[in-house]
């Protein structure tokens, strides 16, 4: 069972840095595609940024482009996001989403979630 634990999240001043980490577990994740989404109190949960495991082509949402980098430590099977010039609408609780990218289109196991706040 693949299990994903998310660590990083706290509370920041904007234009200050974050880097969040997803440890995955349960599998070997070399078929999978990983990915961060977040959402905000009273939205819809949205897409943040991607990963493929193997050969590491990353996709990110409009909204974060230029300001995140989504990256992969094969050695510590971990998914990281570094968050650099954040803002108050960065504020949500962000998850951490793998799929196996032979299978599914969809991200079908999560984690817990890890809840970043961007506030002066």
């Known amino acids: 069972q693949v299990q994903l634990v998310e660590s990083g999240g706290g509370l920041v001043k904007p234009g200050d840095s974050l880097r969040l980490s997803c440890a995955a577990s349960g599998r070997t994740f070399s078929r999978y595609a990983m990915a961060w989404f977040r959402q905000a109190p009273g939205k819809e949960r949205e897409f943040v940024a991607s990963i493929y495991w193997t050969g590491g082509s990353t996709a990110y949402s409009d909204s974060v482009k230029g300001r995140f980098t989504i990256s992969r430590d094969g050695a510590k099977n971990t998914v990281n996001l570094q968050m650099n010039n954040l803002k108050p609408e960065d504020t949500a609780v962000y998850y951490c989403?793998?799929?196996?990218?032979?299978?599914?289109?969809?991200?079908?196991?999560w984690g817990q979630g890890t809840q970043v706040t961007v506030s002066s």
């Open positions: 989403a793998a799929r196996d990218a032979a299978y599914s289109n969809e991200y079908n196991y």
